[in-house]
C-alpha cells in the first residue's frame, strides 16, 4: 500500500515539478560506489523523498527506497534526520533515527561493512537564475519548519524553480568513531550531519539570524564595549545610563534589520529594474561561489564604480542561490525611507571616519565580530568611494584591519575574501563624474537627487558584468607572518606587530585580484582605440584592424585566466557602439571615418580606464619604439624595470618586478606574433616595422595607450627639477602639477579629465619618496639627487621630442 501511494505521488509529482541537480559532479560523486549507499534527508517529508526518487531515476543514481542492506529486509537507502513526534504533536524528534541506529549496529556487528551517507538539502524555489512572482517569493525556502499545508503551496507555486543539492559521500563508520557504545556513536553522526545541513542553509539562504535586538543586546553585553562604557563615564562624567544609552544609539545606527521575506519582494523588482535598464546582467566565474561558500567567512570586497554596485552584487549572488551579504554602506546613504530599505536588504551603517571616538570603534568592531560569527557573508569596499575615473582607487584598510584583527581576537569560521569586478558599458553617474573631474563639487547624496536619477531609466546602458575573482584564504595569508598564530589568543592585537604589514598586503592583493577579474567589453575597445587617436577618429578599416589586435594580444599575452573578453567580432563592436550612441560613422568615397565626439571622449576615458591594467605591459614595451627605430633588449627591460613600480602602484598590476624579464621577454615574443616588431636571431635588439606601414601605426597607437601617463610623471618630474632641491613642499607641487596639467589639457586639447587629477600627482609623489627617489628635509621641503635625473632620462628616453618640448614649455611659462 506504502509503495502504491509513493508510486502514485511520484508521477503526479512529476507532472509539475522541475528540479536542478548541483554540484555539477553529483552523479559522478554518487555513482558506481564501492560501498552500499543511503542518502539523507533532513526533515521528513514525503514530498522531498519522492522529488529525490524521481532525481535518482532520471539521474540513473541508486535509488533511495530500495534495500540497503540484504540482512536488513525493512532498511532502506534513506531516512530523515528529524521528524514530528506524532501526527497531532508539532514538535520535532530530533533523537537518532531508527534507521541509523539500525546502520550503527549492523555495522558494530560486521567490522568489514561500511556505508556512505549523501546527505541531501531540497530548496523549493531556490533554483538559480528563476524569474518568481511576488506570491511565489512568499514561499521560498527559509529557516522556518515547513507545515503540510506551506509544502503544498511550495510544491503548487515553487515546483518548477526546485534546487537538489547532493553533498560529498561520507563514511558512517568513520563519522562514529569505534571508541563509544550506540548511543553516544548516533548523537556523534547526527549531530554532525545537522552541523553539515546547516552550513549549506546558511551559504543557500544565509544563517538563521536572530531578532534585530537580540544581536545589538549581546553586542552591547561583552567585556570590550562595557570597558569602554566605564572610560566613558570616567572620562567624561556620564553616569552609567548616560553612557549604556550612547552606545545603544550608536549600535542602532549602525546595524540591519535583515528581512528574508523584502529580499525576496526586491529580488522580483531588481529583475525588473534590469531588463529596464541592461540588456543584461553577466555573472562570471560563480564556480568560486560553490568552491568556497560552505563553512567559510566569505568577505565580497568590489570595486567601487556605481551605487548600482550595491544591487547588482547581491541580486546575481542570490539568483544563483545563494545567500546575500550584509553590506557595509556609508552614513550618508541612511537616508530617509531609502535607509529603511537598505536596512532590511542588509546593509549596515558607518561613518566616514570615526578616529577619537572609542566608543562607536568598539561598537562597530563588536557589531562586525556577531555578525561574522554567526556565519553571515559581508560585503565593503575597500576604496572608500565610488571611482570618479575609471581606475581602482587606493585602498582604505580599515575595513580590512577591523576584520583580521575580529578574526585574531575570535577565529570561529575561516575567512574567505572575495574580489568582484563591475564592468559597466554605461555608467549611470557618468555626467556627474565628469562634472566633480571638473572641477564641481561633489553633490551630496539626497532623496532629491535620488528621483531625478529616475529619469535615465529609459536611457540605454548596455550589458553589466559582475566578475568573480580569485578568492584569497587569510589563513594563508597569516601563515606568512606568523605560523603560530592559531596557537595564541590576541586578545591586545596592538601587540602583534606584523597586523598592520598583513593588513596591507592583504588590501594590495584584493586590488591586484579585482583587475585580475576584468571584463573587456566592446565599448572598452573602442574607447581604448579612439581615445589614441589625435582627433578621436580613425578610417573604419584601421579601427577594426586595431580592435581585432588587441583582442588577439588578450588572448595571446593574456593577463590572467579570468579576464573575459567579449566575443563580437570587431565589425559586430562597430555596430554595436553605434547602438549605444557611443561612436558615429561618417561615410566617405576613400572610406569611411569612425569618430566619437569630444563630449563622449570625455567619459570614454571612464571606460579605457577600467580596462587600462590589460594593456599597460604590451603598450609600456611599445613606447620604447615611439622614438628608437631600433631597441636592444637589455634597454627595454631596463625601461621597464624603472618605470613599471610607479604604473603598477597606480594600476595594480599582478606581476612582482622580479618577475619582469620574463613578462617582457612573453609581451615582445607576443608582438613579434602580431607583426608588429621583428627580432634577431639571438632576441637581443628588436626593431619596428617601416614608419609609414599599418604595423607601424598599430604600435604606435598601442604605445598611446601608457603614454599619457608617462607624460603626467615627467610633468611631475619636469616641475620638481625646475623648482630645485629642497625649494617647494609636497601640497605645493601637487598644486602647480595639477594647474600646469590643466593648462596643457586646454592648449594641446586632452579629453582626459583623470590627466589633471590631484589624487594621481599626490600618489605618483608618494611613490617617490617611499623609494628614496625623493626625501623631505627637516623643513618640510622636498630634496632629490642624481636618481630622479635617471628617472627623468629614462622618461625622455620613451617620449618623443615633440612631447617633451611641449611639456617644458608648459612648466617654464
Given amino acids: 500500500m506504502d509503495r502504491a501511494r509513493s508510486w502514485l505521488l511520484r508521477r503526479l509529482l512529476a507532472l509539475w515539478v522541475r528540479f536542478k541537480v548541483r554540484p555539477d559532479e553529483a552523479v559522478s560523486r554518487v555513482r558506481d560506489r564501492d560501498k552500499p549507499v543511503c542518502y539523507v534527508l533532513e526533515n521528513r517529508s514525503v514530498t522531498d523523498l519522492a522529488v529525490l526518487q524521481d532525481a535518482c531515476v532520471n ?80 514561499l521560498v525556502e527559509d529557516w522556518a519548519i515547513t507545515s503540510t499545508a506551506r509544502k503544498l503551496m511550495q510544491v503548487l507555486f515553487n515546483g518548477r524553480n526546485t534546487l537538489i543539492e547532493f553533498d560529498e559521500p561520507i563514511s558512517l563508520r568513520a563519522l562514529m568513531g569505534d571508541d563509544a557504545g550506540a548511543a553516544v556513536r548516533g548523537r556523534r553522526v547526527t549531530r554532525a550531519l545537522r552541523t553539515l545541513y546547516a552550513k549549506q542553509r546558511a551559504a543557500r539562504i544565509g ?33 552609567r545610563r548616560q553612557s549604556m544609552l550612547k552606545a545603544k544609539q550608536y549600535a542602532e545606527e549602525i546595524a540591519a534589520n535583515y528581512s528574508h521575506a523584502f529580499i525576496r519582494f526586491m529580488e522580483a523588482a531588481l529583475a525588473r529594474l534590469w531588463n529596464r535598464l541592461y540588456d543584461g546582467v553577466v555573472f562570471g566565474h560563480v564556480e568560486t561561489l560553490e568552491q568556497t561558500a560552505e563553512g567559510n567567512e566569505i568577505i565580497y570586497v568590489p570595486c567601487h564604480r556605481s551605487h548600482m554596485d550595491y544591487l547588482l552584487l547581491s541580486y546575481a549572488i542570490y539568483v544563483h542561490g545563494y545567500a546575500i551579504p550584509h553590506i557595509a554602506a556609508g552614513i550618508n546613504l541612511n537616508l530617509p525611507i531609502v ?81 568582484v569586478y563591475f564592468g559597466y558599458e554605461r555608467i549611470v553617474e557618468g555626467s556627474t563624474y565628469i562634472g566633480e573631474l571638473s572641477g564641481k563639487a561633489k553633490e551630496k547624496e539626497s532623496v532629491f537627487g535620488l528621483v531625478r536619477t529616475f529619469r535615465k531609466l529609459r536611457e540605454k546602458f548596455g550589458q553589466v ?81 586595431q580592435m581585432d589586435l588587441y583582442r588577439e594580444l588578450l588572448r595571446s599575452v ?96 599582478r606581476w612582482n618586478e622580479s618577475e619582469l624579464g620574463d613578462v617582457v621577454l612573453q609581451v615582445l615574443v607576443g608582438l613579434e606574433r602580431q607583426g608588429l616588431v621583428e627580432s634577431d636571431f639571438e632576441r637581443t635588439q628588436w626593431q619596428r616595422p617601416p614608419p609609414n606601414s599599418e604595423k607601424a601605426m598599430q604600435l604606435s597607437l598601442l604605445a598611446q595607450a601608457t603614454i599619457q601617463t608617462i607624460e603626467r610623471y615627467y610633468l611631475a618630474i619636469a616641475i620638481l627639477l625646475k623648482a630645485g632641491s629642497g625649494e617647494i613642499t609636497q601640497v605645493a607641487l601637487e598644486e602647480r602639477c595639477q594647474l600646469t596639467a590643466q593648462r596643457m589639457a586646454l592648449l594641446y586639447g586632452l579629453n582626459s579629465p583623470e590627466f589633471f587629477d590631484r589624487a594621481m600627482f599626490e600618489h605618483f609623489i608618494d611613490l617617490l619618496r617611499s623609494r628614496g627617489v625623493v626625501r623631505l628635509s627637516s623643513r618640510g621641503k622636498l630634496e632629490f639627487d642624481e636618481v630622479l635625473m635617471r628617472v627623468a632620462a629614462d622618461a625622455q628616453f620613451v617620449l618623443s621630442e615633440q612631447i617633451r618640448h611641449s611639456i617644458l614649455q608648459v612648466t617654464h611659462s
Fill in 558 to 653: 593574456a593577463y590572467s585566466d579570468r579576464v573575459t573578453v567579449t566575443s563580437m567580432s570587431a565589425t559586430d563592436m562597430l555596430a554595436y557602439g553605434q547602438s549605444m550612441k557611443v561612436i558615429s560613422v561618417q561615410p566617405h568615397p576613400l572610406g569611411d571615418i569612425v569618430r566619437m565626439s569630444d563630449e563622449s571622449a570625455v567619459l570614454a576615458t571612464y571606460y579605457r580606464n577600467n580596462v587600462l591594467h590589460l594593456f599597460a605591459m604590451p603598450s609600456l614595451v611599445a613606447c620604447a619604439f615611439v622614438s628608437n627605430a631600433t631597441v636592444r633588449t637589455d634597454d627595454i627591460q631596463r625601461l621597464v624595470w624603472r618605470i613599471y613600480p610607479y604604473i603598477a602602484a597606480e594600476l595594480f598590476l
Fill in 59 to 138: 539521474l540513473k543514481l541508486p535509488r533511495p527506497q530500495k534495500r540497503l542492506l540484504h540482512e536488513l529486509k525493512d532498511l532502506r537507502s534513506c531516512f530523515y534526520l528529524s521528524r514530528p513526534r506524532g501526527f497531532w504533536d508539532e514538535r520535532i524528534d530530533r533523537r537518532t533515527p531508527p534507521q541509523l541506529q539500525q546502520m550503527i549496529a549492523a555495522l558494530a556487528a560486521n567490522p568489514q561493512l561500511d556505508v556512505e551517507l549523501v546527505p541531501v538539502a531540497m530548496y523549493w524555489g531556490r533554483a538559480p537564475q528563476k524569474e518568481r512572482s511576488w506570491f511565489r517569493l512568499l
Fill in 207 to 239: 544563517p538563521d539570524l536572530s531578532h534585530r535586538r537580540t544581536i545589538l543586546n549581546r553586542v552591547l553585553r561583552t567585556r570590550a564595549v562595557r570597558a569602554v562604557v566605564a572610560q566613558e563615564m570616567r572620562e567624561k562624567k556620564l553616569t
Fill in 465 to 545: 558584468h559582475v566578475n568573480l575573482g580569485e578568492p584569497i584564504f587569510l589563513n594563508e595569508l597569516l601563515d606568512r607572518y606568523d605560523a603560530d598564530w592559531r596557537t595564541r589568543v590576541v586578545e591586545d592585537d596592538t601587540r602583534v606587530p606584523w597586523v598592520g604589514s598583513a593588513v596591507d598586503d592583504l588590501a594590495s592583493t584584493i586590488m591586484r585580484h579585482i583587475n585580475a577579474a576584468a571584463a573587456v567589453t566592446p565599448i572598452n575597445l573602442l574607447a581604448i582605440t579612439l581615445l589614441a587617436t589625435p582627433r578621436l577618429a580613425l578610417p573604419k578599416t584601421d579601427l577594426l584592424r
Fill in 339 to 419: 535607509g529603511r530599505f537598505l536596512r532590511k536588504g542588509g546593509a549596515f551603517f558607518i561613518r566616514r571616519s570615526f578616529r577619537g571616538n572609542a566608543l562607536y570603534t568598539v561598537v562597530f568592531m563588536k557589531y562586525l565580530a556577531a555578525i561574522m560569527a554567526r556565519g553571515h557573508s559581508i560585503e565593503y569596499f575597500i576604496e572608500g568611494g565610488r571611482s570618479r575615473t575609471g581606475r581602482l582607487l587606493q585602498p582604505k584598510t580599515g575595513m580590512i584591519s577591523m576584520t583580521v584583527r575580529s578574526f585574531l581576537r575570535d577565529p570561529v569560521r575561516p575567512v574567505v575574501f572575495i574580489p
